[in-house]
């Protein structure tokens, strides 16, 4: 058994794409096709409009986020919610109360989600 500290105190902030209140702890990566992080949004934080490098999918463990993606619609995410955007896709996220989630990266998630 191996136990793995991914609390919040380890999380990198992340300030790329005007970022603000964003930090991520790697919960694994490298070799993998698939890299996975605990996202830690602050109250009024976001994720600035960027490119997906590859399929990502965001889900909401804690709390909740307003999404927006490449057409422009909205959309309010909670606990337990999740969404997918496509390799090249652009999306932004903010949160008004916080929020943290798991983001998976990699090719083949749309596939996986069927």
């Known amino acids: ?12 902030p992340v300030t790329h794409y005007g970022s603000s209140g964003f930090a991520l702890a790697r919960l694994f990566s490298g070799t993998l096709a698939l890299h996975a992080h605990l996202c830690y949004l602050a109250p009024g934080g976001r994720i600035g409009r960027h490119e997906a490098a590859s399929e990502q999918l965001l889900l909401v463990v804690d709390g909740s986020a307003m999404v927006r993606g490449q057409a422009g619609a909205q959309e309010l995410l909670r ?20 929020m943290r989630a798991v983001i ?6 749309a596939s996986a989600l069927g």
Do not use: C, N, P, W
């Open 1 to 12: 058994m191996r136990v793995l500290d991914f609390a919040k105190e380890t999380a990198q």
């Open 79 to 98: 606990a337990g919610e999740a969404v997918f955007f496509a390799r090249g896709e652009e999306h932004e996220t903010q949160s008004e109360g916080g």
């Open 104 to 109: 998976l990266e990699g090719d083949g998630i």
